[in-house]
Every structure is written in C-alpha cells, then in structure tokens.
C-alpha cells in the first residue's frame, strides 16, 4: 500500500491533544476549534488530512450521496458539509464499513450521521453535530468533491489536518502545519515542567511564574 504523502505530519499531529493544539493555534492567530461538533461515535480519536465533500440540496437534478468514498486515501478524514441540516444524515453504516476496510482514518460531518450501532461495531470515530435516522438519498446530493467547505464555522480545505479527540475537532491550514507543531511542542513541555514543579513541592502560582504559563497561549 503507498504511503499517505503527509503521513509524517500525522503521526507527528497524534502526538498532541485538540486543547493543545488548540491553543498552539490561538498563539499564532489561527481559529481552529469546530464550534457544536463533538464525537458521536464511542471512537473518540482521529488524526488525518481533509477529503471534503459538499452537499446541497436535491432539485429537478438528483445526484448521488457517497460514491466518493472511492476516492478517499487511506489517512485521510472525509469532512462532509451538509449545511449543518439535522433533518438528514449523509453518513450510515455502510460508509462507515467500506471506510474500515480502506484505513481511513474517521469522519467529520457539518451534520449528522445514523447507524450509531454500527458505527461503534466497527470502532470507528464520527464526529458531527448529532445522530438522525432520516436518510439524505433524495434530500440532499453531492455537489462538489476537494473543494473548500465549512464546518462548526471552520474553513476547510484538502488536506487540511483534522484533528479530533474527547474535547472535540480542530482544523489546522495545511501551510501552518509545521508551525503549530512546534508551538504544540513548547507547549506541551512547559505544562510537563509545571506538573512536575509543583509534584515536587512549588506552589502553582511559583510554577506557572517559572515556566511562563500565562503567555503559553497569547499570540505573540
């Protein structure tokens, strides 16, 4: 199987939680937190690059819902926007099972998904906005595949990382890849020296003084 061509930057972006890398983001100016999405789905982790599909709705033309799962590289996170509609899902059971096989990496909806039952049979992540039962065939249609969508008031674009855990999903602009893990870093070694400060007799206030934890987050 070929390798992801960003698979280093997600193994490095594993590394870190969505509240560090979050506030790597708000140091360089960067909105990154999906505001209303949080996993669905009892797999409460994913890490990958953006495969993004937009919906709309159905008119005198019907399209299809999911054949672009075809496309899809094993890593990457299909990011659907479906508007934020609760009143049908674009994502079930069998997308969840034919993405298993392939390796990707989870899903990410401006929406909702059904077929939670199945969804956690097969452990894999979902995050979205909820779950419905209502199926989007002759609601909604795909209208363009790789191109930029919004989701939780997010920009997304391909291969964006995608990053989702229990505290929810950020999105990371794929050029501002490399400085937000460095910032995730510094971060998240001043916070392991704060912790192992006060384990060892400080106060908070002398460890948080010391290792400078009142600017860890502020846009420099």
């Keep these: 199987m070929t390798s992801h061509p960003h698979q ?13 890398i979050s506030d790597a983001c708000d140091k360089l100016g960067i909105a990154a937190g999906c505001l209303g999405i949080s996993a669905v789905s009892k797999c409460r982790r994913m890490v990958g690059t953006a495969y993004t599909v937009r919906y709309v709705p159905v008119g005198e ?5 999911g054949d672009y799962i075809d496309e899809v590289r094993p890593g990457d996170i299909v ?29 990410l909806i401006e929406g909702v998904c059904r077929d ?20 989007g065939k002759d609601r909604v249609m795909v209208d363009g595949t790789q191109v930029t969508v919004s989701v939780g008031n997010r920009q997304v674009r391909p ?6 855990d229990a505290s929810g ?16 870093q510094s971060i998240e070694a001043a916070e392991s ?28």
């Design 8 to 20: 280093t930057l997600i193994d490095a972006f594993s590394e870190f939680s969505t509240s560090t």
């Design 61 to 65: 033309t019907k399209g299809t819902v």
């Design 79 to 107: 990011v659907l926007d479906n508007q934020g509609r609760t009143d049908c899902t674009v994502w079930g059971d069998i997308l969840t099972i034919v993405s298993g096989a392939k390796k990707i990496a989870g899903t």
């Design 116 to 135: 939670l039952d199945g969804i956690d049979e097969n452990d894999y992540p979902l995050f979205a906005r909820g779950v419905f039962m209502m199926t």
């Design 159 to 164: 291969d964006d990382m995608i990053i989702g």
């Design 169 to 184: 999903v950020v999105v990371v602009p794929k050029e501002r890849a490399k400085e937000v893990l460095e910032i995730a």
């Design 193 to 220: 020296a704060i912790v192992d400060a006060v384990r060892g007799g400080a106060s908070i206030a002398e460890a948080r003084r010391a290792h400078g934890y009142h600017t860890l987050q502020t846009k420099g």
